[in-house]
Every structure is written in C-alpha cells, then in structure tokens.
C-alpha cells in the first residue's frame, strides 16, 4: 500500500515568509507526528497526534509554529515568519496507534534564505 | 532534546564483517527502536524492542536490551554495501507516543 507521503520535497523561502508543509499518513493510521532534523540539533520530535486527543505540542520551538491534523488524516505544518534556524528537513510519520514503530515519509528540505 | 548517546559515531567495515552499534537512554521506556536512513531522507524502521525483552532477531539484525544499563545494541551480521546508512536508536515512553533519538551511528560498508 502507499506510505506516507510529504509535499512539496524542497521548499526555498525567504526569511520572514510564512510556509505550509503537508503530510498524507498511511490510511487508517491514528497517530501523527512531525519532527524536525538538522545538522546541529538532529533528529527532534515536534508534534504528534493521537486519535481525537488533544495534540502534544511539547516539541514545537516556538509559537511561530503550529500545526493541525484535518478529518483524522492529513496534516499541515505551518511556519510562520521563517527565520534562518527553521532551515531543516521537516519529517512526518503514522503509526497505527500508540506505541507502535512509525512509519516515516520522505521529508520536505526547507531552507530559509 | 536527545534522549542519549550512540557510538561509535561512525563506522567503517568491509562487506561481509559484522558490525555493531550502541545506544545508552536517560529514561524509563515502553520499547527501544532502531531505525536507517540513507541519504539524510526518510526514516526506515528495522526492529522495536520491548522493556520486557532481551533480545530479539531480524533476518541479519540482532537487537539487545538491557533495562538496568539503559543500554541496546544492535548488530548486524555478514554486513553487505547495501547496509551503508545512518542508523538510530530511538526511545518511546509509555505515556507518550514521541520517539526521542539518539544522535546515529553513520555505517560504512565498503565492497
């Protein structure tokens, strides 16, 4: 079956700009998550979703980021005013639920200019 | 935030050889994953140890677990080029759903 899915792979924005990065979860997954890798921070958990609950958000760095999980499935992630640090690769993943293994997509590079 | 530490922080073999990496976490678990990534993308999951076990096996993959050490290891036998990855042990607690990583052992096999 397909697995996760990101779009778009490669974002180059201009510092101060807002983006939106969207993920496609494997089809009945429950659980969400974003995190972040970059070289000087690594791999970093974000944000995840779980069913109906409320989202943890305890990973996100600051309140310019936010993201939502629309009709159970898809979720965007949204910068607002890029800064240099936001530059990283963004990736998603879904499990079936809590705590199985996650099952990654391919990730968005964002680079802020 | 990293959950602990892995090494050796890279590794160089030849094709054929064994190779084995170590991951040390802070906090109580629910289970210990590893996972590879090739080319700095996507994330590919290979085997997820419980708490309540030891030890567990996957084709060329050999997983430890030792609790009281906070410590796994993972080997991987009769290594092949096609194993050249990073490779990260992650932790997943049992009141949350989040992967902490290490910070990945870069593997090298060469022909």
């Known amino acids: 079956g397909a697995g996760v899915s990101q779009s778009p792979s490669n974002k180059v924005t201009e510092k101060g700009k807002d983006v939106e990065l969207r993920c496609d979860p494997i089809s009945g997954h429950t659980a969400l998550y974003w995190y972040r890798q970059s070289l000087g921070q690594g791999l970093e958990f974000l944000i995840y979703f779980q069913g109906n609950s409320a989202p943890d958000k305890s990973g996100l760095p600051s309140d310019r980021f936010s993201a939502e999980r629309t009709g159970g499935s898809v979720s965007t992630l949204t910068i607002q005013r890029t800064q240099q640090e936001d530059s990283a690769v963004y990736l998603c993943?879904?499990?079936?639920?809590?705590?199985?293994?996650?099952?990654f997509g391919p990730g968005t590079r964002l680079t802020v200019t | 935030s990293q959950q602990g530490e892995e090494d050796p922080q890279a590794l160089s073999i030849q094709e054929g050889e064994n190779a084995t990496m170590n991951c040390s976490y802070k906090?109580?678990?629910?289970?210990l994953q590893w996972y590879r990534q090739n080319s700095g993308r996507g994330l590919v999951h290979l085997i997820l140890?419980?708490?309540?076990?030891r030890e567990k096996h996957s084709g060329r993959l050999r997983v430890t677990l030792d609790t009281s050490k906070k410590s796994s290891s993972l080997l991987i036998t009769a290594s092949r080029a096609a194993d050249t990855a990073s490779y990260f042990c992650a932790t997943l607690s049992s009141n949350t759903g989040k992967l902490i990583f290490g910070q990945g052992t870069t593997l090298q096999v060469k022909p």
């Open positions: 906090t109580s678990i629910n289970n």
């Open positions: 140890i419980r708490s309540n076990e």
């Open positions: 993943a879904s499990s079936p639920q809590v705590p199985y293994e996650q099952y």
